[in-house]
T-cell receptor, first 117, second 111 residues
Framework: DTGVSQDPRHKITKRGQNVTFRCDPI?????LYWYRQTLGQGPEFLTY????????KSRLLSNRFSAERPKGSFSTLEIQRTEQGDSAMYLC???????????????FGAGSRLTVL | QQQVKQSPQSLIVQKGGISIINCAYE??????FPWYQQFPGKGPALLIA?????SEKKEGRFTISFNKSAKQFSLHIMDSQPGDSATYFC??????????FGTGTSLTVIP
């Protein structure tokens, strides 16, 4: 198992275009999270899945954003009609949902960096 | 509203010194407080975490001190090394679901 994989690592797009990011979590993890990180800031929660069910969505997730996890394995995050303010690092994380020594360990991927021109 | 406030924004420490990063939170319902370490071009990685029923947790050179009454917690890195140079984020969560992260501290350890 190579950890959480995200693709693409970098995406440059023009304003108004649609982009899609893919996340492959650790195979035995049933929880999957999407976060957004802008320069100099901590990750901000976007949404969270348990298996294929999307259980929480942040108010940051406007109607231009949609996330899916169709078979409870990989997930996609699509941004429609991108805006310059969408430029950020989009981080995916997964967890088993089991507290190990009191910890729900989130394992993050390396992120997908989006630049909107 | 920032749920977790972190300071300082940046920190420079001599090799062998102690690095201290502080965080404060508002919501007393938070029950899980992890610290993450992030190197450039990488995602954050869990460093150490604590639950509010203990006041201190130590793992190697890393210690979390937790003050429930003050709603504050801090990360202490003893014998800081150049390899510790990274950005550190504190976080708080409800039963480990939605995590709220601080704004990060950029640590530089000078050889």
């Amino acid at each position: 198992d190579t950890g959480v994989s995200q693709d693409p690592r970098h995406k440059i797009t023009k304003r108004g275009q649609n982009v899609t990011f893919r996340c492959d979590p650790i195979s035995e993890h049933n929880r999957l999270y999407w976060y957004r990180q802008t320069l100099g800031q901590g990750p901000e929660f976007l949404t969270y899945f348990q298996n294929e069910a999307q259980l929480e969505k942040s108010r940051l997730l406007s109607n231009r954003f949609s996330a899916e996890r169709p078979k409870g394995s990989f997930s996609t995050l699509e941004i429609q009609r991108t805006e310059q303010g969408d430029s950020a690092m989009y981080l995916c994380a997964s967890s088993s949902g089991l507290f190990i020594s009191g910890a729900n360990v989130l394992t993050f991927g390396a992120g997908s960096r989006l630049t909107v021109l | 509203q920032q749920q977790v406030k972190q300071s300082p924004q940046s920190l420079i420490v001599q090799k062998g010194g102690i690095s201290i990063i502080n965080c404060a939170y508002e919501n007393t319902a938070f029950d899980y407080f992890p610290w993450y370490q992030q190197f450039p071009g990488k995602g954050p990685a869990l460093l150490i975490a604590i639950r509010p029923d203990v006041s201190e947790k130590k793992e190697g050179r890393f210690t979390i001190s937790f003050n429930k009454s003050a709603k504050q917690f801090s990360l202490h890195i003893m014998d800081s090394q150049p390899g510790d140079s990274a950005t550190y984020f504190c976080a708080a969560a409800f039963t480990g679901n939605q995590f709220y992260f601080g704004t990060g501290t950029s640590l530089t350890v000078i050889p």
